[in-house]
T-cell receptor, first 115, second 109 residues
Framework: ETGVTQTPRHLVMGMTNKKSLKCEQH?????MYWYKQSAKKPLELMFV???????ENNSVPSRFSPECPNSSHLFLHLHTLQPEDSALYLC??????????????FGPGTRLTVL | GQNIDQPTEMTATEGAIVQINCTYQ??????LFWYQQHAGEAPTFLSY??LDGLEEKGRFSSFLSRSKGYSYLLLKELQMKDSASYLC??????????WGAGTKLIIKP
């Protein structure tokens, strides 16, 4: 247990569906992250929130929409996804969004399959 | 562009020693991380290096040479549970983590 939980763990959705991924951290951290992990590829940073404000958006398609209502919760809203969006989506948190030492704690991920 | 290189897969024998290399080219440097990720699980933090040299932590050690853009993770007395992917990540000048694709380590009895 890393102190970061994600639900659901597995999700299968059609291209026209709308779904949301949820992440919760119990570590008192101020920064939260969404990553996409595809097989044999580096982790792709999607979004960063620091103190509930979005500080990073790495050219992610608009069909992915993040929401951070407070420093403990992070959502990723999904709409009209494509099959190539199938991947493991990881949430992480850290004490601060920036700093010389920024160990990130990861959740177990949501395995997303888009049909 | 920014780039992190590490071998895709390595195989080692239980009880032996293995060294996983990582080379990087990034915009600035604010430290290098190693993470372990078992299949289907979250990556977990192993080590952080910001100064040149060797950091030892039990069976695992991590080395950094900033002038060469090079790091390695050394695993001693390998156990079957060490079978996992090992991810190298560098924090660039914007304090953003740049990740390698990971090295899948297979331990054989």
């Amino acid at each position: 247990e890393t102190g970061v939980t994600q639900t659901p763990r597995h999700l299968v959705m059609g291209m026209t569906n709308k779904k949301s991924l949820k992440c919760e951290q119990h570590l008192g951290h101020n920064a939260m992250y969404w990553y996409k992990q595809s097989a044999k590829k580096p982790l792709e940073l999607m979004f960063v929130y620091s103190l509930e404000e979005r500080v990073e958006n790495n050219s992610v398609p608009s069909r992915f929409s993040p929401e951070c209502p407070n420093s403990s919760h992070l959502f990723l809203h999904l709409h009209t996804l494509q099959p190539e969006d199938s991947a493991l989506y990881l949430c992480a948190s850290s004490r601060e969004g920036q700093g010389a030492y920024n160990e990130q704690f990861f959740g177990p991920g949501t395995r997303l399959t888009v049909l | 562009g920014q780039n992190i290189d590490q071998p895709t897969e390595m195989t080692a024998t239980e009880g032996a020693i293995v060294q996983i290399n990582c080379t990087y080219q990034t915009s600035g440097f604010n430290g290098l991380f190693w993470y372990q990720q078992h299949a289907g699980e979250a990556p977990t933090f192993l080590s952080y290096n910001v100064l040149d040299g060797l950091e030892e932590k039990g069976r695992f050690s991590s080395f950094l040479s900033r002038s060469k853009g090079y790091s390695y993770l050394l695993l001693k007395e390998l156990q079957m549970k060490d079978s996992a992917s090992y991810l190298c990540a560098v924090m660039d000048s914007n304090y953003q983590l740049i990740w390698g694709a990971g090295t899948k380590l297979i331990i054989k009895p």
